[in-house]
């Protein structure tokens, strides 16, 4: 189901890119809210309290941000939809290293139950990290939204940015394991 998630989350502004080559932008709201539904039923049973949270985020993200659409008919307003999902992720991991465990740490801790103190502070450093990496993708998603091509805004949040992400996972991952010898 992960791959199924990112697939969803990917497929949004490609989506919305299609969309609106046809409609409106408040017509697209539907489109939003089958998608959100789907990444909701695609999220699994047992959710932990973080993904628990970051389901909600996003969905109340995605109700506002469908709220302004329906006021404004506004296509770069609809196209803000990365943004907010940047701004949800941020709140997400900002919240955990105000309320530790951090979300690096729970994940760490699925492989490494008795993760030491110094994996305890790397995996701080980690969402440290993760919450620089929303800021400045999601300020790319705002700039692309407001001032770049609604094809340049597809490419960028629809393909660029998962891309970096993948990157920015699969090195820390790999990191991680060799650092404090996390398996999975």
């Known amino acids: 189901m992960p791959v199924v998630r990112t697939l969803l989350f990917a497929a949004t502004p490609v989506a919305i890119y299609l969309a609106l080559?046809?409609?409106?932008?408040?017509q697209v709201i539907p489109l939003l809210l089958v998608l959100a539904g789907l990444r909701l039923l695609t999220?699994?049973?047992g959710a932990t309290a973080t993904r628990g949270g970051q389901r909600w985020l996003l969905v109340g993200a995605l109700l506002t941000l469908a709220a302004l659409v329906a006021i404004s008919n506004s296509e770069t307003?609809?196209?803000?939809?990365?943004?907010?999902?940047?701004?949800?992720?941020l709140a997400l991991f900002a919240h955990s290293l105000i309320n530790p465990p951090t979300v690096i740490e729970r994940i760490a801790r699925l492989q490494r139950p008795d993760l030491?103190?110094?994996?305890v502070?790397?995996?701080?450093?980690v969402t440290q990290?993760?919450?620089a990496f929303f800021i400045v993708n999601g300020a790319i998603a705002a700039y692309t939204a407001v001032l770049a091509s609604r094809e340049a805004w597809a490419w960028y949040n629809g393909g660029v940015a998962y891309a970096l992400m993948g990157l920015?996972?699969?090195?820390e991952w790999l990191y991680r394991r060799q650092r404090i010898g996390t398996r999975g």
């Open 121 to 125: 502070a790397y995996t701080r450093k």
């Open 129 to 131: 990290l993760w919450c």
């Open 116 to 119: 030491p103190p110094d994996g």
């Open 77 to 89: 307003v609809l196209r803000l939809y990365p943004v907010l999902v940047n701004l949800a992720m």
């Open 43 to 45: 999220s699994g049973k």
């Open 21 to 26: 080559a046809r409609f409106e932008p408040r």
């Open 168 to 171: 920015l996972f699969a090195g």
